[in-house]
Structure formats: structure tokens, C-alpha cells
């Protein structure tokens, strides 16, 4: 498959007066037209950065201090504002975690939407509010018609979301950037929209990098799988390899501390320790803190090494290959 998106040792720094926070720091990855890959961790690993890094949306004092995020062979970090405005919103979209930060609370839904098909494509209001209404239906919006004339008030959070995704699928955009879309869902809903986007992924094979910290999310619904910490992907792979067999101490402790991979009637499993400070970051590997299986090579950063075809981590004492999958249990965590 050729590569849509192609993100190349992707440094973004935040410049405070408290220091340079390294929230971002060498981060590679890549995706194909039509696949959709995880990017997870826990909070502060650097997750919604790098989306909004692709799709420069960075702000002051944070801005891209090295790397490259080729798409369609073009490089996003070196391209003219006007240019970028152009690709964003058509041919890349993003999902926000919150609706309201996409949507105007003041305007109608069709105002905004309608907006949105006239800034990126020439045709008139009346072909726009068609497009606009066909979308609300595509996400399984009831009488899209009416709804364009309702304000984001007047719909529950997870219609609002419902409409922000078909903001962002109004132009049939090459890739969707979802950063934790369906965090504050509950999960009857949550499981409506991610069937959505699936729909939408198959049936119009948009790409999709999905943000988030919930591994049972993107269990049913990534391809691939990277799994970030502390700025940096650890381990990458194809989605079923990794949560069956993590090598990375990170994701294995990740994967143990989900509720049910516990026995029932025993302590949650979690990784001790905390993440270090992105102001600071460790001279080794950054997990070494917290890690039960540090040796002394530990005391320096360890590259992406090859693990197995189509799998990387990054680590000089990965855990060895598994003939079954990770049961529960203390232990396993190690």
C-alpha cells in the first residue's frame, strides 16, 4: 500500500518561560490511503500534539522545530499558510475531542456547514445546503433537513459529534484526524460513532489516525497500532500483533492495567511510578524510571529496532515473542 501520510522524526517544542516542554520528540509514523492506524498513550504523552502538528494547528510559544510530514508528496511543515488552508478542511480533516470547539454556538448548523462546502468548493448555496444535508444523513442524523436549521444547543452531545463528523467528511477528505472524539460519549453512543467512521473508512476509504488512551477502542477498529510515550512512539505494529503480544515493557503494562485483563477479586494491575517531566527530559530511555526490565544499555536512548515483519519497538530489553495472548494477572505486567 503507498504511504498518504509519512510523519519523519517530527520534533514540536513548546518555548515558556518555565522551560522548552519537549512534547513532541522524534516522532515517525506512517499511513496508507485507506487505513486506520491507533495512536495511544496516557495523557501527556504527546497524542493530540502530534495531530495538531499534521495539521498545523500548532500555536504560540509551540511551533515545529524539526522533521517532516509528507502528504502526497508534499511536505506540510514547509508549506505556504495559504496552501495549508486550502488542504485543511478538504483533503485533511480533523475531529475534535470537544464539538463546541468546532462548532459556533451563535450560527445555525446549516450556516456553518453550508460555510464550510463554500470556502473549499465552487458551487452555489442551494448545491451546498444539499451536500450539507446529505451529510447529516450519512452519519445517521433523523430529518437532516430540519436539523440544518437547529443550533448545536438544540442537539445532544453525541449529535453534536455526529455533526462535527460530517463537517469533516463534507469534502471526502484523503484522512481524518480524530483526537479522542468519543471520550465524554457514553458507550452506547460511542459505539454508534465508531461504527460510523468504519462505515465511512470502508465505504469511502478515508484514512484515519485515531487519538486516543482507550485500548478498547482501537481494538475494533485501527489496522495498526502506535503506541506513544513521553514524546516518542515505543512500539508500532499491526494492531492484533501488539495487543496479543506487546514487546515494549510500556505497552504491556498499558494492556495489564485495562479492567479486564484482571482476575476478578484482585487489585488492578498499573505501571508504577509517573511519566517524566516533558520540561526535563531523561538523557536513556524515558521509561527506564518505571521499568522492571532496565538493564545498563538502559542509560542510553534506544532506536526503533525491528521486532517482526511489520513491527518496531524501542527498546534494548523487549520483552520476547508470546505463543498466547497476555492473560491478567500481576506478573504480566513485568
Known amino acids: 500500500m503507498n504511504d498518504l501520510l509519512s510523519v519523519e522524526e517530527l520534533k514540536t517544542h513548546f518555548f515558556t518561560r518555565a522551560g522548552v516542554l519537549h512534547a513532541v520528540d522524534g516522532v515517525s509514523f506512517r499511513i496508507a490511503a485507506g487505513e486506520v492506524v491507533g495512536l495511544v498513550g496516557e495523557s501527556g504523552s504527546g497524542k493530540s ?15 515545529i522545530v524539526s522533521g517532516r510530514i509528507m502528504f502526497g508528496g508534499e511536505d506540510l511543515v514547509t508549506m505556504p499558510q495559504e496552501r495549508m488552508r486550502a488542504l485543511r478542511g478538504a483533503r ?11 462548532l459556533n454556538p451563535v450560527l445555525t448548523i446549516g450556516t456553518q456547514m453550508i460555510e464550510t462546502v463554500l470556502a473549499h468548493a465552487p458551487v452555489g448555496r442551494e448545491e451546498a445546503r444539499r451536500r450539507a444535508r446529505d451529510a447529516l444523513g450519512l452519519v445517521g442524523i433523523p430529518s437532516p433537513e430540519e436539523r440544518l436549521d437547529a ?90 500483533d501488539i495487543l496479543d503480544d506487546p514487546r515494549h515493557p510500556y505497552t504491556r503494562g498499558l494492556i495489564g492495567s485495562v479492567p479486564g485483563q484482571n482476575r476478578p477479586g484482585t487489585r488492578l494491575n498499573q505501571i508504577p511510578g509517573m511519566m517524566p517531566s516533558m520540561f526535563d527530559p531523561v538523557d536513556g530511555c524515558s521509561f527506564a524510571p518505571r521499568c522492571t526490565r532496565r538493564i545498563e544499555a ?37
Open 49 to 63: 500534539v502530534t495531530g495538531f502538528s499534521i495539521m498545523g494547528l500548532v500555536e504560540p510559544p509551540g511551533r
Open 298 to 334: 538502559c542509560d542510553r536512548m534506544p532506536g526503533m529496532h525491528q521486532a517482526s515483519a511489520g513491527r518496531e519497538v524501542r527498546c534494548f530489553n523487549p520483552h520476547p515473542a508470546m505463543a498466547a495472548p497476555v492473560p491478567g494477572g500481576q506478573e504480566e505486567t513485568r
Open 151 to 240: 443550533y448545536p444547543h438544540q442537539f445532544s452531545g453525541g449529535m453534536r459529534q455526529r455533526v462535527v463528523i460530517a463537517i469533516a467528511m463534507l469534502h471526502e477528505p484523503d484522512l481524518v484526524i480524530a483526537d479522542e472524539p468519543t471520550t465524554a460519549l457514553d458507550v452506547t453512543i460511542q459505539a454508534q460513532i465508531l461504527a460510523q467512521v468504519q462505515r465511512l473508512n470502508r465505504e469511502r476509504g478515508t484514512a484515519v489516525l485515531w487519538v486516543t488512551h482507550d485500548l478498547s477502542v482501537v481494538a475494533g477498529l485501527a489496522h495498526r497500532l502506535c503506541v506513544m510515550y513521553a514524546g516518542r512512539i515505543v512500539e508500532q505494529g499491526p494492531v492484533d
Open 92 to 102: 485533511i480533516a480533523m475531529i475534535f475531542q470537544d464539538p463546541m470547539m468546532t
